[in-house]
C-alpha cells in the first residue's frame, strides 16, 4: 500500500512518513532538552460596530480604551484602525483555562460597549465596511506604518486569532518551525470567517488571507537550520533599518520576539468561541507530537514551501468544502478525510493535555460549517425571504453580534 502523508498511527507504521534523525542507538547524539511547557495563550482581533447601522465603527468615542484597559489592563490593546480592538488571555496551564478567560475577556469587552450602543464582531472581515472611510488610531507606531505601507495598510480591515505555544528552548522552537508549518492549511480551512469583502460575496472562504498577503513580511515561515541562523537573517533587517525588532515579521507562524512561544498566526478569527478553542487545542497538540517524536530521534518531513503555498491557496479558497493535497501521494484528497487523519495522529496528545472533546470539536465545524459558511447561509435565507442586498449584508452582522457573545457549549 502506497504511503500516506500523514500516518494513521504511529510507530512502528509512523517511520514510512517521517524522516529519522538516527537511529535508537543514537539517542545521545541529539542534544538532550527539557520538555517544553506548552502553555498556551490566544489573542483575537474584533470589529467594533454600531448596532443600530451595523456599520463599523468610524471613529472610537472618547474615553472608551481607557475603560476597556480600566478592566482588562494589558489583556486590551488598540489596532491600526479605530474601530479595531485586541484582546489576549493570559498564560494558561491548559484548554479549559484558555476558554475561560476568552470568554471572560469577550463578555467584559461586550458590557463596555453596550454602555456606547456599540457591539462587536469576531470576524476576519466586516461584510460591507470600506476600510478607507474609517480612522486611523492615532499613535506613532501606526503612524509609521502608514507612511511605510501607503495604500497597502489602509485596505487592513482584517482581525485574525493568533495562537502561542510555550516552547522555551530556541533550538527547539527552531526545528518545529519548519516541521509545523505543514499543518498550518489545515487549521486555516477550520477558522475561515471572512468571506465577505465591502458588501460583495468573493468567493473566497478567507478572504483576510489575500488582502493580508499584500503586506510584507508575511505569508509562510522560512526554514532555519539553527536559532543563530534564524537571529542572523533578523539581524540584517534590523542593521539595515528595514525593521525594528522581529515582531515586524508577521508570518503565518513565527518565534515570537516577546515570549518563548511558538506563535501560530494563519488563521482567521473564529466568531465561535468552541471554533476558536479547538483550533488552539489542536496546534498545541501537534506542537507536542512533534516533541514526542523528536525524543524517538524522529521527525516531521519539512515540505517545500511551495507544496505548502498550494494547500495554503485551496484553505482559503475553499475551507474544509474543498481538498488539500496529500504530498505522498501527490493527489488531492478531501479534507474530512485528512481531518480524520489528523484526529488519529494526535489523539495521544490530547489526551495527555485532558482536551480530547475539544479537538473532536473539528468534525462538527466540518458537519456544520465554519463561520464563513454560517455567514453566507444567513445572507441567502435573509435573501429568499424577500431582504433587499443591504438588508441581507445587515442580518449577517446581527448574526455575527450574537455568535460572539455567545458562550462555550
Known amino acids: ?90 498564560v494558561c496551564r491548559s484548554i479549559e483555562e484558555a476558554r475561560d478567560d476568552l470568554y471572560r475577556l469577550r ?42 505601507l501607503q495604500q497597502v495598510i489602509r485596505r487592513l480591515l482584517i482581525s485574525g486569532m493568533h495562537v502561542h505555544v510555550g516552547v522555551e528552548d530556541d533550538e527547539l522552537r527552531m526545528d518545529m518551525l519548519g516541521q509545523a508549518a505543514y499543518i498550518l492549511p489545515h487549521l486555516l480551512a477550520l477558522s475561515t470567517s471572512s468571506p465577505f469583502w465591502q458588501g460583495r460575496d468573493t468567493g473566497l472562504k478567507s478572504y483576510r488571507i489575500s488582502v493580508w498577503d499584500e503586506m510584507p513580511r508575511t505569508g509562510l515561515p522560512g526554514q532555519f537550520a539553527s536559532y543563530a541562523e534564524y537571529r542572523r537573517h533578523v539581524d540584517i533587517l534590523v542593521q539595515a533599518g528595514v525593521i525594528e525588532d522581529a515582531t515586524k515579521i508577521w508570518w503565518d507562524l513565527r518565534p515570537s520576539e516577546r515570549f518563548p512561544t511558538l506563535e501560530m498566526r494563519i488563521t482567521d478569527v473564529c466568531t465561535s468561541i468552541d471554533d476558536a478553542i479547538c483550533i488552539a487545542a489542536m496546534f498545541r497538540c501537534w506542537l507536542r507530537l512533534l516533541y514526542r517524536l523528536r525524543m524517538n530521534n524522529q521527525r516531521w518531513r519539512r515540505y517545500e514551501p511551495m507544496l505548502i503555498e498550494e494547500n495554503r491557496w485551496r484553505a482559503h479558497r475553499y475551507g474544509i468544502d474543498g481538498e488539500l493535497i496529500d504530498f505522498g501521494r501527490g493527489a488531492l484528497i478531501p479534507y474530512s478525510e485528512l481531518l480524520d487523519e489528523i484526529l488519529d495522529l494526535i489523539r495521544e496528545d490530547a489526551e495527555s493535555f485532558n482536551c480530547v472533546s475539544e479537538v473532536e470539536h473539528a468534525r462538527q465545524i466540518l458537519a456544520g460549517g465554519s463561520s464563513s459558511h454560517r455567514q453566507l447561509g444567513v445572507y441567502q435565507s ?20 450574537a455568535e460572539t457573545k455567545r458562550g462555550p457549549s
Open 1 to 90: 500500500q502506497q504511503p500516506r502523508d500523514i500516518p494513521s498511527r504511529l510507530p512502528p507504521k509512523v517511520l514510512d512518513w517521517i524522516g529519522r534523525e538516527g537511529t535508537p542507538n543514537r539517542n545521545r547524539a541529539i542534544r538532550m532538552i527539557s520538555e517544553p511547557t506548552f502553555t498556551i495563550g490566544i489573542e483575537e482581533e474584533y470589529i467594533m460596530v454600531d448596532r443600530n447601522t451595523r456599520s463599523a465603527l468610524r471613529e472610537a468615542p472618547r474615553g472608551l480604551m481607557d475603560q476597556l484597559v480600566e478592566r482588562l489592563g494589558q489583556q486590551v490593546s488598540t489596532e491600526f484602525l479605530q474601530c479595531q480592538v485586541e484582546v489576549g488571555t493570559r
Open 107 to 148: 463578555q467584559v469587552l461586550a458590557n463596555v460597549l453596550d454602555e456606547y450602543g456599540l457591539g462587536f464582531i469576531a470576524a476576519s472581515t466586516h461584510p460591507f465596511a470600506t476600510a478607507g472611510e474609517l480612522e486611523q488610531t492615532h499613535k506613532p507606531r501606526y503612524q509609521a506604518l502608514a507612511e511605510d
Open 382 to 401: 435573509a435573501s429568499e425571504r424577500g431582504a433587499d442586498h443591504q438588508e441581507a449584508l445587515d442580518a449577517v452582522v446581527d448574526h455575527l453580534q
